[in-house]
T-cell receptor, first 115, second 109 residues
Framework: GAVVSQHPSWVICKSGTSVKIECRSL??????MFWYRQFPKQSLMLMAT?????????EQGVEKDKFLINHASLTLSTLTVTSAHPEDSSFYIC???????????FGPGTRLTVL | EDQVTQSPEALRLQEGESSSLNCSYT??????LFWYRQDPGKGPEFLFT???AGEEKEKERLKATLTKKESFLHITAPKPEDSATYLC??????????FGTGTSLTVIP
């Protein structure tokens, strides 16, 4: 089956610094990837759609200048949380659609803690 | 406005006690309804996809059904290893997924 990886699996940073999270499709190509965030005991909230070779599409209420998304290749999308603050602490998960675009394959998630 | 609502929020069952989880949805342009299992600190794990009303799918102790307004995940004779959060998601045209808030299932030995 299709595998999506994320790196790092967890990160702790100081307030005001920037953090980059990578999402890779390991055995398939993905022209589109999705980024979600999940707060404790809450469901996944779609943040943005990452498009290879073009700008990301952000969901309403998500600051595009704070959450920078770059889809540099058919197997890699990155999410950079700029000037992170404690309220950005969350579980960030990416996904990529399988062949035909129906199934979604999820990464294992990245736990971000901002001190 | 598109909406996905799951109930109950939490469910505690004795081992072997069958039950059902509900996912109600209102969405325009539904491409599919998905069920996922999520263990703490991990990404969602795919269980089922349902595309049209009347469709049913089964896998071991789980069975998913779909109507025009809701989906049920039936759990038959659950075991402690079935304890997890079960997420329902709807897929719209454009492939975006919108998730419900999940049902946290605990199966007590």
């Amino acid at each position: 089956g299709a595998v999506v990886s994320q790196h790092p699996s967890w990160v702790i940073c100081k307030s005001g610094t920037s953090v980059k999270i990578e999402c890779r499709s390991l055995d398939f190509q993905a022209t589109t990837m999705f980024w979600y965030r999940q707060f404790p005991k809450q469901s996944l909230m779609l943040m943005a759609t990452s498009n290879e070779g073009s700008k990301a599409t952000y969901e309403q209420g998500v600051e595009k200048d704070k959450f920078l998304i770059n889809h540099a290749s058919l197997t890699l999308s990155t999410l950079t949380v700029t000037s992170a603050h404690p309220e950005d602490s969350s579980f960030y998960i990416c996904s990529a659609p399988g062949t035909g675009g129906y199934e979604q394959f999820f990464g294992p998630g990245t736990r971000l803690t901002v001190l | 406005e598109d909406q996905v609502t799951q109930s109950p929020e939490a469910l505690r069952l004795q081992e072997g006690e069958s039950s059902s989880l509900n996912c109600s949805y209102t969405v325009s342009g539904l491409r599919g309804l998905f069920w996922y299992r999520q263990d703490p600190g991990k990404g969602p794990e795919f269980l089922f996809t349902l595309y049209s009303a009347g469709e049913e799918k089964e896998k071991e102790r789980l069975k998913a059904t779909l109507t025009k307004k809701e989906s049920f995940l039936h759990i038959t004779a659950p075991k402690p290893e079935d304890s997890a959060t079960y997420l329902c998601a709807v897929q719209r045209a454009g492939n975006q997924f919108y998730f419900g808030t999940g049902t946290s299932l605990t199966v007590i030995p």
